[in-house]
């Protein structure tokens, strides 16, 4: 039977700004129609990859399956499997990134064989993996970043650590240089009194995650055998002096063998544990929780998928991302994904597939190809890479032993689209950040004013406040905006408290529309509050404290900012579209990292997206615009009503010149034909952001492009309101365009 094809890329998928003269419409470089290339069309038969339809509600948290990438992808032979990530976050020109591992193995899949490790390194957020050293000392899977900086990893088998073996040494290592050279520690660990090992070779296995709790000690789970029980226990150690001796903190109460511990911590403080059962077939996945900081754990229980089935699957990892989303990945049959979106993990509100190859539905065959060993590492606020292998030693032969790691990009957003890119206007300098900051630390770059708003959740990537007086942080935006919603992530799980002010002008300030008391944070907090027109956004902390403000979120209600959509996937609340997608690629968004793409390289096709807006008698819709391949028209039209129906009174295109030296042309419908309301002063350069502005009543629009208006009351269709706005490549369809639209805002005038 022939492989199955891997999924796709899932489609679940303002006001004006000010513009000067110099950025608008000055500048050449655009050439004009071109010829079109039968020949470069889609060919007979292909499937155009492009998300259609509707995008999902605005007010609803969505998660998007984005594309694949390699990590590795060797000729036949060279063995990678079993993957395993973590990343830590640094500084690369001014923006933070992730400096990622990912281990494969080369060893046998047998309990006595030795791990053989390839490690693969990223140094911008897993976008590139340009390096990957064969032997290297340890793997990622048990690896973790220590409050002094240095790096510190738990191999996954240990020793015996005499010939009783009775006890066992963990072998661990530390690295003082970003994992460049490691020290290797050994640390002894005995079983609790009146227990002894039975049945494991070498005594346990350490999986997954070493993590530093609240009380200081370095904790990672292992499963092993005591003679004392009968089945399998998943249990818990703790080192407080580096690895160098370990003790059991506790074990997980379970009615079933258990083994393949994935843990984190959940948005309301607690830790969750999912564990691969032993002894059924297939192997299902158990969950418990911990309220006490790992140190007694609840009797596990079946983990349930979103029709109340227990879930089956191996190798299981958590990842509770900044936004309070939690995602659990797990494997075999495929790779899938799970998706709490309240943080806590009691229940599971989606699964989605990222990646399936195998060779047969027969015997074995369904574990053949990917082999469901993956893992997980957060790049953002809203976004995770997932990682899996292609095949496992045991199951690549019907693909010729080739064997490869890939990346899945996972895209997990809460409701709301006005989130405001503050780090890229931060980098942009459009937007400025003060306040009382404690002295930098080197051993942490990522701490700085800028991290409170870098996507990562991470302890140090924060901007930290101390004084003596009451120390505050003070944001200024690039202009005003209808703030309504605040995200707040406070240090890394200490009681901490902050008030969250705004102002208009920067004196004047409101009442708090956030207050924090005594809060534990693991992942932002959201609050919803009615909208205020500010530019300003102040967090204030007690007089005398040192609170870290680990991250900073802010909305606002009247711009849709495509920074909170699934990217390569239909936005939200976008209705009829068609090859128009939300993208961070090519063109950077309007002081910010993502806007909708308008993509058309078809002959008898084109791209559009509406976003409907509520029927009202004067509409005033705002947006910028770009392109880096203008070819034919980009067509805007204001949507509306006539009675119960559906019309589109108002129709406008702008059309590029016939040679890269003469200015674009802006053009009305009348329903049939279109006539010209005049031309730009100048050429509109490529990746250049033009604000537009379409005001509309049901006798007369007035479009301001830049600094010019453009007034008509010629109409395509009788309207009795106005809702909304349609984005569309070419009328007539034309070819080979790329349109951004960005800081989109459509509101009715009092």
Known sequence: MPPRPRPHLSGIVGGLVGFGAAVALLGAGLGGPERVDPA??????????????????ADASVTGVGPEWNVLNWGPGPRAAVPASFGYDTVVDGRTKQKIFVSSQANDDV??????????????????????????????????????????????????????????????????DGGQTWERIKGRFTPPAGEQFAGTNRGLRVHRVPRVLDDGAIVVPVYTTYRSAPRRISAFLQSTDGGHTWTQRSVVPSSIGTNEVGWGHTKDGRLIAVMRTEGETPARLRVSWSSDDGHTWSPSQPLLDPGGQQVVGIYPDVVLQPNGIMLMSTGRPDNRVYIDYDGTGETWDEVRDVFTLYPSDTGNGRYDGSSGNQSMTGVGASRTLFFGDRCHVWGCKAYNEQYGVVAV???????????????????????????????????????????????????????????SGTPAMTLKLDRPYSIDRIGLMLGDGQPLDANIQLSLDGRRWGKPVVRTAGTRDHSMRYTDFPAQRAQYVRVTTPAGTTTPITELEVYAADVQTFENDPIYGIPRGFVDAKNATVNDQEVEGWNSSSSLRLFDKFLDDNATATRPAPPVDHQRATFAWSTNDFRGPFTFSAEGRSGDDAVTPWRFRLVPGANATTPPAVEVSDGSTWTSLG??????????????????????????IGAQEFTTGVSAEPADQLAGLTFTTGDPIAYGMSFFIDDLSIGGVS
């Open 40 to 57: 470069a069309d889609t060919p007979a038969g292909a499937i155009n990859p492009l998300p259609a339809g509707d995008g999902p509600p």
């Open 679 to 704: 031309s730009l002063s100048a050429v509109v350069p490529v990746n250049t952001w033009v604000p537009i502005t379409v005001d509309t009543t049901t006798s007369e629009a007035t479009v301001t």
């Open 111 to 176: 309990a006595g064989a030795d791990s053989i490790v390839n490690m693969s390194l990223s140094e911008d957020s897993g976008l590139s993996f340009l390096t990957t050293e064969r032997d290297y000392p340890t793997t990622a899977l048990n690896m973790t970043r220590l409050p002094d900086g240095s790096l510190f990893a738990v191999d996954f088998i240990p020793e015996w650590a005499d010939s009783t073996q009775t006890s066992v040494n963990l072998l661990s290592w530390r690295s003082t």
């Open 409 to 467: 990009l996972l895209n997990a957003v809460t409701d709301g689209v006005g989130k405001i890119d503050v780090a890229s206007q931060l980098a942009g300098g459009v937007a400025a950040v003060t306040g009382d900051f404690a002295p930098a630390d080197a051993r942490f770059p990522e701490q700085r004013p800028e991290g409170a708003f870098d996507g990562s959740s991470r302890p140090n990537s924060a901007a930290v406040l101390s004084g």
